[in-house]
């Protein structure tokens, strides 16, 4: 089964630090690797995205860094805020979306 | 624009019963999903429509889920007979097939199965 491994299970940061997600994948043959928010009782929303040809994408406070030879990618979010505070997914795409375990963050205010 | 409608937002069944839940995606698209979200787990797709084809259905148990899309539209997924390992959360998603799109998906905000 096609896997991807995401790392910390949970993270807790203070107000202003940065908060990274790592996750990483074995399949070379994914070609869209998106991050996704959840809040409790809603469904997950798209946060940020990048393809494997780009080893960085950065959206305000929000940055993928993407490493191909190491098959590894992970978000950081810069200035973390208590509304930050969401469990998030990292996940990868051939044809389908294969999601990874999730991170709950918790930002201390 | 109106997002991806879902009910039930709750449901609590005994094993052995029957259950359905009701996905309404956003105007236009083509694409829908139905995943499943066990707690603290990440969504796992059970199947993806194209219009009212299926692309994608090889995690759905056939023993008992079945999930239909008449008319290209909305799209119904059924749990028939429930078992207790079918607690989860059942998200619906969309996505616009249109050439040059992002192809990002939508999601609802999920039905809450508990099999008691």
């Known amino acids: 089964q096609q896997q991807v491994k995401q790392s910390p299970q949970s993270l807790i940061v203070q107000k202003g630090g940065i908060s990274i997600i790592n996750c990483a994948y074995e399949?070379?043959?994914?070609?869209?690797f998106p991050w996704y928010q959840q809040f409790p009782g809603k469904g997950p929303a798209l946060l940020i995205a990048?393809?494997?040809?780009?080893s960085e994408k950065k959206e305000g406070r929000f940055t993928i860094s993407f490493n191909k030879s190491a098959k590894q990618f992970s978000l950081h979010i810069m200035d973390s805020q208590p509304g930050d505070s969401a469990t998030y997914f990292c996940?990868?795409?051939?044809?389908?979306?294969?999601f990874g375990q999730g991170t709950i963050l918790t930002v201390h205010p | 624009e109106a997002g991806v409608a879902q009910s039930p937002r709750y449901k609590i069944i005994e094993k052995r019963q029957s259950v359905a839940f009701w996905c309404n995606p956003i105007?236009?698209?083509?694409?829908l999903y139905w995943y499943q979200q066990i707690l603290g787990q990440g969504p796992k797709l059970l199947i993806q429509f194209q219009n009212n084809g299926v692309v994608d259905d090889s995690q759905l148990p056939k023993d008992r889920f079945s999930a239909e899309r008449l008319k290209g539209v909305d799209s119904t997924l059924k749990i028939q007979p429930a078992k207790l390992e079918d607690s989860a959360v059942y998200l619906c998603a969309s996505s616009s097939s249109r050439q040059g799109s992002s192809y990002e998906q939508y999601f609802g905000p999920g039905t809450r199965l508990t099999v008691t």
């Open positions: 105007s236009g698209h083509a694409t």
């Open positions: 996940a990868a795409r051939e044809g389908k979306l294969t």
């Open positions: 990048i393809r494997p040809d780009v």
């Open positions: 399949n070379t043959a994914f070609d869209y």
